[in-house]
T-cell receptor
Framework: DGGITQSPKYLFRKEGQNVTLSCEQN?????MYWYRQDPGQGLRLIYY???????QKGDIAEGYSVSREKKESFPLTVTSAQKNPTAFYLC???????????????FGQGTRLTVV | AQKVTQAQTEISVVEKEDVTLDCVYE???????LFWYKQPPSGELVFLIR??????QNEISGRYSWNFQKSTSSFNFTITASQVVDSAVYFC???????????FGAGTRLAVHP
């Protein structure tokens, strides 16, 4: 079945470490997104990519980095510069910018990151 | 500025009650899209509905219905005869401008008790 796969489901990070969250989709979608979710808040956009080898900062990109070397993959690295990384991270994809009006964004099941 | 406000943080109802989740949005664009997503305890966001700014017809899908009113910038969601399985966090979202990103509200946690 087509969909978005995020791994791992739970991730623990020591302070000062970088960690990478995986997001893979087999929907042939051009656009991919990373959101962060904190308790009592809506989702906030970290980074998005509309095409391979291109990505843009969202609202809260500081302390994060991404790459888009393949259409189906959009990994997110949480760097040591991110001072408060404990959160729930959601990856999403949609067909592409020009066709977003005809479709919705599909979400993965999320990765819960905890700093220990 | 673009903004989505879900003023109800938590709602608790007894099974079979009707419940309405409010959503108020702000945008200067004349073309925009509104969404509702459901987030069950598993964490994944499940798409419920998409509405464009030119279509103000209300929509009904089974026990779910949506009331879109541009005059009040609202896109409210009603669940009729609620069930325990409806318990989740519900997000309203706005897509406008360059269609680059969804702007989410803070979400409303709905608890349906037997």
């Amino acid at each position: 079945d087509g969909g978005i796969t995020q791994s791992p489901k739970y991730l623990f990070r020591k302070e000062g470490q970088n960690v990478t969250l995986s997001c893979e989709q087999n929907l042939n979608h051009d656009a991919m997104y990373w959101y962060r979710q904190d308790p009592g808040q809506g989702l906030r956009l970290i980074y998005y990519s509309q095409i391979v080898n291109d990505f843009q900062k969202g609202d809260i990109a500081e302390g994060y980095s991404v790459s888009r070397e393949k259409k189906e993959s959009f990994p997110l690295t949480v760097t040591s510069a991110q001072k408060n990384p404990t959160a729930f991270y959601l990856c999403a994809s949609s067909i592409d910018r020009s066709q977003t009006v005809n479709t919705e964004a599909f979400f993965g099941q999320g990765t819960r990151l905890t700093v220990v | 500025a673009q903004k989505v406000t879900q003023a109800q943080t938590e709602i608790s109802v007894v099974e079979k009650e009707d419940v309405t989740l409010d959503c108020v949005y702000e945008t200067r664009d004349t073309t925009y899209y509104l969404f509702w997503y459901k987030q069950p305890p598993s964490g994944e966001l499940v798409f419920l509905i998409r509405r464009n700014s030119f279509d103000e017809q209300n929509e009904i899908s089974g026990r779910y219905s949506w009331n879109f009113q541009k005059s009040t910038s609202s896109f409210n969601f009603t669940i009729t005869a609620s069930q325990v399985v409806d318990s989740a966090v519900y997000f309203c979202a706005l897509l406008s401008g360059g269609y680059n990103k969804l702007i989410f509200g803070a979400g409303t946690r709905l608890a349906v008790h037997p």
